[in-house]
């Protein structure tokens, strides 16, 4: 390990948005050494693309709103902790770890009440700071969860969207329960992997892209359905004796199917929603949500740290099948490559390598 004793500066490739159109640039810059009070400084293993960094890139309306330029992206990663503040305690040099991206305020009503995942003062790696797209990055002790260094490190750097998953799936009681995945992007199949791995009796997995719906089916959905091919109302209370399903979990964004959704869930079921819709919702509040005694909960990021702990525990006993989740893997000087694959949706989980 590099001694930074009488280092001030690393000289660093790093993925940068720096201008207001389609792209990334890839930039050499320097990063200070220098930490403020409970700050660490890492050198990235591995990342991975994520949806929100697919905004970034295509600079959509969302991101010419949110992102101030130039910023250097991303937010999902795994490294070695190189420095650490003088006051940091949380993680020594050497530990292997990823990032809870959302940096919290920690006094706010909803810090203080064990609620941090909806910090009202949120800042989010990669998106309000500088990202991990790059070969060292800067954050916040507190926001360092350590690994077991000798898991796989591609696994490692998906721990925060899996996480996601974990969030969504396991709000509600899913063993042995009849559960739907609605959308099955990268975070969905992972909902299709972490649902089995929790017991759930029957899987539904609902996807238009062909090369997903076979992956969820690779993972251990039970039935797949095309809901361009298919009417899904029809096919799922086949599936389910005419009650409809216990647990949705909403990772599409999709209006029509969100509003199906809430038809085929049954009386006294759970809807986890983390997919986010572009269009309003229609529902029938009266006969899909009252008189079923429907439950709903809006997901954002994970429980810190109490959903972490839900991704050690099935990473530490190898429940998951994170290899096909993955399916394409780059250097990050490739990343807008990468950034294309993910624009056509043909791929689950893509993984950069720093370096190459």
Same mark, same amino acid.
């Given at each position: 390990?590099?001694?930074?004793?009488?280092?001030?500066?690393?000289?660093?490739?790093?993925?940068?948005?720096?201008?207001?159109?389609?792209?990334?640039?890839?930039?050499?810059?320097?990063?200070?050494?220098?930490?403020?009070?409970?700050?660490?400084?890492?050198?990235?293993?591995?990342?991975?693309?994520?949806?929100?960094?697919?905004?970034?890139?295509?600079?959509?309306?969302?991101?010419?709103?949110?992102?101030?330029?130039?910023?250097?992206?991303?937010?999902?990663?795994?490294?070695?902790?190189?420095?650490?503040?003088?006051?940091?305690?949380?993680?020594?040099?050497?530990?292997?770890?990823?990032?809870?991206?959302?940096?919290?305020?920690?006094?706010?009503?909803?810090?203080?009440?064990?609620?941090?995942?909806?910090?009202?003062?949120?800042?989010?790696?990669?998106?309000?700071?500088?990202?991990?797209?790059?070969?060292?990055?800067?954050?916040?002790?507190?926001?360092?969860?350590?690994?077991?260094?000798?898991?796989?490190?591609?696994?490692?750097?998906?721990?925060?969207?899996?996480?996601?998953?974990?969030?969504?799936?396991?709000?509600? %009681?899913?063993?042995?329960?009849?559960?739907?995945?609605?959308?099955?992007?990268?975070?969905?199949?992972?909902?299709?992997?972490?649902?089995?791995?929790?017991?759930?009796?029957?899987?539904?997995?609902?996807?238009?892209?062909?090369?997903?719906?076979?992956?969820?089916?690779?993972?251990?959905?039970?039935?797949?359905?095309? %809901?361009?091919?298919?009417?899904?109302?029809?096919?799922?209370?086949?599936?389910?004796?005419?009650?409809?399903?216990?647990?949705?979990?909403?990772?599409?964004?999709?209006?029509?199917?969100?509003?199906?959704?809430?038809?085929?869930?049954?009386?006294?079921?759970?809807?986890?929603?983390?997919?986010? %819709?572009?269009?309003?919702?229609?529902?029938?509040?009266?006969?899909?949500?009252?008189?079923?005694?429907?439950?709903?909960?809006?997901?954002?990021?994970?429980?810190?740290?109490?959903?972490?702990?839900?991704?050690?525990?099935?990473?530490?006993?190898?429940?998951?099948?994170?290899?096909?989740?993955?399916?394409?893997?780059?250097?990050?000087?490739?990343?807008?490559?990468?950034?294309?694959?993910?624009?056509?949706?043909?791929?689950?989980?893509?993984?950069?390598? %720093?370096?190459?």
């Amino acid at each position: 390990m590099t001694d930074l004793t009488n280092v001030k500066e690393l000289k660093m490739m790093a993925v940068v948005k720096d201008r207001p159109e389609k792209g990334f640039s890839i930039v050499q810059k320097t990063i200070s050494t220098e930490l403020k009070a409970g700050e660490v400084l890492i050198k990235v293993n591995s990342v991975s693309f994520c949806g929100t960094d697919s905004h970034i890139y295509n600079y959509d309306n969302w991101a010419k709103n949110r992102l101030k330029l130039p910023l250097t992206v991303g937010h999902e990663f795994t490294g070695e902790v190189i420095k650490i503040a003088k006051d940091v305690e949380r993680v020594k040099v050497g530990d292997i770890v990823s990032a809870e991206t959302h940096i919290i305020c920690n006094t706010c009503e909803f810090c203080l009440r064990g609620e941090g995942h909806i910090c009202e003062n949120t800042k989010i790696i990669g998106v309000d700071t500088d990202g991990c797209f790059a070969e060292y990055v800067k954050i916040p002790a507190q926001n360092c969860f350590i690994s077991d260094k000798r898991l796989n490190q591609l696994h490692l750097s998906v721990q925060e969207p899996l996480g996601n998953a974990v969030h969504t799936v396991c709000h509600f %009681p899913v063993k042995d329960r009849s559960v739907v995945i609605l959308g099955c992007g990268p975070i969905g199949l992972m909902g299709v992997d972490v649902a089995r791995a929790c017991g759930a009796k029957t899987v539904i997995a609902i996807e238009v892209n062909e090369y997903r719906r076979n992956l969820a089916k690779e993972l251990g959905a039970d039935y797949i359905i095309n %809901p361009i091919e298919e009417d899904t109302y029809k096919r799922v209370m086949e599936l389910t004796d005419n009650r409809g399903v216990d647990v949705i979990c909403e990772f599409s964004g999709n209006k029509t199917a969100i509003e199906t959704a809430f038809k085929y869930l049954k009386a006294g079921g759970g809807m986890s929603m983390l997919g986010l %819709p572009s269009e309003n919702i229609c529902l029938n509040i009266s006969d899909d949500v009252v008189f079923k005694g429907a439950h709903i909960y809006g997901v954002v990021g994970r429980r810190i740290y109490e959903t972490w702990e839900q991704v050690k525990h099935l990473l530490d006993n190898d429940l998951l099948h994170l290899d096909k989740v993955i399916t394409h893997q780059f250097p990050l000087s490739k990343i807008n490559e990468a950034a294309e694959v993910m624009n056509g949706k043909n791929c689950g989980k893509i993984i950069l390598i %720093p370096g190459e």
